[in-house]
């Protein structure tokens, strides 16, 4: 398992293309950020967030191609593990059901199968590959949201992702190790009890410099600084980021598997949107954003694209 390169010395070479691959913890990343601008920094590295809000490592082989490797980077970070255990299942209530119980378990062997495709087939482009434990479920602290038990499952991805980096030689940064002990200390994650707040996605970008070896320790209570240019590029990824949470989250199927137009996966969203009462909640939202900015969307990666090579 590998932390630095093979003589001990820094990871990252001048120019190199850093795509990161996950979930909303990662879509959300203001994390990958404060990594950005640090590494950018001493390597004039590019990092490019190709996180999707409900992704699962099942849904990320369908758009690693378009939405990563299109980038052609030189490492792929990969951090999955919280959507990927179907947490919902994690009820009271299922505690022993043989039908829920065998949901479960081809949840994770779902999820582990197609972790090691994904590693796969970044190394077969020609990628490095980094491996992320996820951060914690908070099943410590007091939340507004009922506390599934979705723990063990999780410590079970964590688990495997400490094996896929042992048996494919590959670095990894342990989240969950790092801050499970400390949630009855620290407030890091928001009342879902799934997403870091803004001090845990400091706390992320502290962890990741730190086992990839850029830092000897952790700064978690010193605040990150946007720089201009990192904050604008970060609001332009945002509104990508918006968009392919419908697109290769909510409607991956009907893309990749129904092959269906952008027209009618316009429609689709539009009677999605129809059926909620209450425009302001998450999904109405989501589903207006994906209208009015899917015919625009290769302008907003090229956007991107711009304002991280500029």
């Known amino acids: 398992m590998q ?64 939405q990563c490797l299109v980038h052609s980077p030189d490492y792929v970070v990969m951090m999955f593990g919280i959507n ?72 079970e991805c964590v688990e495997f992702v400490k094996e896929l980096a042992e048996r494919y030689d590959l670095p990894v940064v342990d989240f969950y190790g790092t801050m499970y002990p400390l949630l009855g200390e620290r407030e890091w994650i928001e009342a879902d009890r799934v997403h870091p707040t803004a001090e845990g996605q400091h706390v992320l970008a502290q962890i990741f410099l730190r ?14 600084v946007w720089e201009a240019w990192n904050k604008s590029r970060f609001d332009a990824e945002q509104e990508l980021i918006l968009v392919n949470f419908i697109e290769f989250c909510v409607l991956l199927k009907e893309r990749y598997v129904g092959k269906k137009s952008i027209e009618e996966r316009k429609a689709i969203a539009r009677q999605e949107y129809e059926t909620y009462e209450d425009k302001t909640e998450v999904f109405p939202r989501a589903y207006a954003d994906y209208i009015a900015k899917i015919d625009s969307y290769q302008h907003y990666m090229d956007e991107v694209v711009r304002l991280t090579r500029s």
């Open 211 to 224: 086992d990839i070896g850029e830092t000897e320790k952790c700064d978690f209570d010193s605040p990150f």
């Open 84 to 155: 990927d255990i179907y947490r919902e299942l994690y009820t009271d209530g299922n505690e022993g059901d043989a039908e829920c119980d065998a949901a479960k378990q081809q949840a994770l062997d779902t999820h582990k199968a197609c972790y090691e495709k994904l590693i796969r087939r970044v190394q077969e482009f020609g990628a490095k590959v980094i491996l992320c434990t996820p951060p914690p479920y908070d099943d410590v602290n007091e939340k507004e949201e009922y506390c599934l038990l979705c723990q063990p499952a999780l410590l």
């Open 3 to 66: 932390t630095l390169d093979e003589e001990g010395g820094p990871m990252f070479q001048d120019g190199d293309v850093l795509c990161f691959l996950g979930d909303s913890i990662t879509a959300n990343g203001r994390w990958m950020a404060e990594v950005y601008q640090n590494l950018r920094e001493k390597y004039g590295v590019k990092c490019y967030n190709c996180g999707v809000s409900g992704g699962m490592t099942e849904f990320a082989l369908f758009y690693l191609d378009s």
